[in-house]
Structure formats: C-alpha cells, structure tokens
C-alpha cells in the first residue's frame, strides 16, 4: 500500500507561497507559506499536518487497543504537539501527545497500558527519531 500527497511551492522563500493537494481532496490547493509555517500566517503547515497524522494514528491505535482488550471506547480525543527549535537550522525535537479517553469500564491502569502500547507501536510514532512523549487521562 502506497499513500502520497504533492506539494507545489512558488517564489522564494519568505515572499513565495505554495499549497499542498491529497488525493482524497481533503486537501485540496491547501495553502501554506512562511509565515504559516514560521510565524501565525493563514494556512497550514508541514509540521501542523505531521501533528494531525499522529494524533489521528495514536487514536486509532488507542482504540484498537481498547478494544481488543474488550472495552467498548465512547472517544479517544487526542493533542499531538510538534516541538521545533532553531538552532543554526529548523529541527523537530520532540512530539508530545495529549490524549482524553472515554470508556466505561477502562481504569487508569489500563489506560497507561495501552495507550503506551499505542505509543510505541503506532505507524507515525514509529517513523520518528524524536522522542515521543504522552499524558493519557480518563474523561
């Protein structure tokens, strides 16, 4: 299985602008640009869509988990944070996820246990060479 996206970028970089297009059109013509990325500019960003792809594969993976250990998950409302630093040149430092679980039946323990599991295991988490931290709560 292959997934992809394309990005164009037009200009230099601090005046140019871009935008990026997924097959599905969720995004479509989506725009982004310096000071989107870099500052609070309209549009999105690489970092911003690297946040929304883990948050959405730890909870899927949080959920699977709860699941199968025969809890029945209301929500899994998960916060990916992407820490950036410059430090002679942009680097990602870390990511930090916040995640909210409502399920009857699910204790605190097990929630530590699983969403760890999901953690550890989850394919974006996996992709990363940055430590990836997590704050798991009951809701």
Request: aromatic share 6%.
């Amino acid at each position: 299985m292959k997934r992809h996206a394309s990005a164009v970028w037009n200009g230099t970089l601090k005046e140019g602008k871009g935008s990026i297009t997924t097959p599905s059109t969720v995004l479509n013509k989506t725009q982004y640009s310096f000071t989107s990325r870099f500052e609070e500019g309209i549009g999105t960003n690489p970092e911003e869509l690297v946040a929304a792809a883990h948050a959405g594969c730890f909870s899927m993976a949080l959920s699977a988990r709860i699941a199968n250990a025969g809890i029945t998950p209301d929500s899994v409302d998960t916060k990916a944070t992407v820490d950036m630093k410059n430090d002679g040149g942009w680097s990602i430092t870390g990511i930090h996820l916040e995640t909210v679980v409502k399920a009857n039946g699910l204790t605190n323990e097990k929630l530590q246990e699983l969403a760890e599991d999901a953690r550890a295991k989850c394919i974006i988490s996996r992709l990363f060479s940055v430590p990836v931290t997590m704050e798991a709560k009951l809701g």
